[in-house]
């Protein structure tokens, strides 16, 4: 089955330091890549996201870049905020009409960040 | 506002004792679906529905039950709660279900039963 692995948080970093939380899947087919966030107290909110290989998301100084040949999807931010803190969530979607799998997300375990000022 | 709305935000309640969280979206979305959120397992998929009436289990349906009467609703009943269910739940929903559409989530809802 599908399955998505993130580096184990949680991260602390300083303010304008530079970010980056590995994640990388495993999919039986071509899945589409995510990633949310969720700031505290709050729902998932898309970050990002890339439906084919070599696809750049980006939003907010964010970046990831889908790669096949490393089943890979790291999330990267040069200078981050203290505003940044939060889980974020890599995520894929492989969903074909009538599959068991039909518009599921399947998550990582979610990496904690908290920046300092 | 397009949203995903979920109530109540914060529920405690006891073994057994009949609860439903209620789920609504405002985009005219097709698909629905409730996730459950524990430490370390990131987010798992409940049920899941396609459109109204039309409604399939995901990866931890056990416990949980679904209706899809209307296409703005999508109601999770847990019909003799359990401690082990006692998780943040979060509803979310997208035009379709295909695999380049965007969720989007609801609030959550933070249950504990006791």
């Known amino acids: 089955g599908n399955s998505v692995t993130q580096m184990e948080g949680p991260v602390t970093l300083s303010e304008e330091a530079f970010l980056t939380i590995n994640c990388t899947y495993t999919?039986?087919?071509?899945?589409?890549l995510f990633w949310y966030v969720q700031y505290p107290g709050e729902g998932l909110q898309l970050l990002l996201k890339a439906t084919k290989a070599d696809d750049k998301g980006s939003n907010k100084g964010f970046e990831a870049t889908y790669r096949k040949e490393t089943t890979s999807f790291h999330l990267e931010k040069g200078s981050v905020q203290v505003s940044d803190s939060a889980v974020y969530f890599c995520a894929l979607s492989e969903s074909e009409a009538g599959g068991t799998s039909y518009g599921k997300l399947t998550f990582g375990q979610g990496t904690i960040l908290t920046v300092h000022p | 506002e397009a949203q995903v709305t979920q109530n109540p935000r914060y529920l405690i309640t006891v073994t057994g004792k009949k609860l439903t969280v209620t789920c609504s979206q405002n985009m005219n979305h097709e698909y629905m679906s409730w996730y459950r959120q524990d430490p370390g397992l990131g987010l798992r998929q409940i049920y899941y529905s396609m459109n109204v009436e039309v409604t399939d289990k995901g990866d931890v349906p056990e416990g949980y039950k679904v209706s899809r009467k209307e296409k703005r609703n999508f109601p999770l009943i847990l019909e003799s709660p359990s401690p082990n269910q006692t998780s943040l739940y979060f509803c979310a929903s997208s035009l379709k279900g295909g695999r380049t559409y965007t969720q989007y989530f609801g609030p959550g809802t933070r249950l504990t039963v006791l």
């Open positions: 999919a039986t087919g071509y899945p589409s």
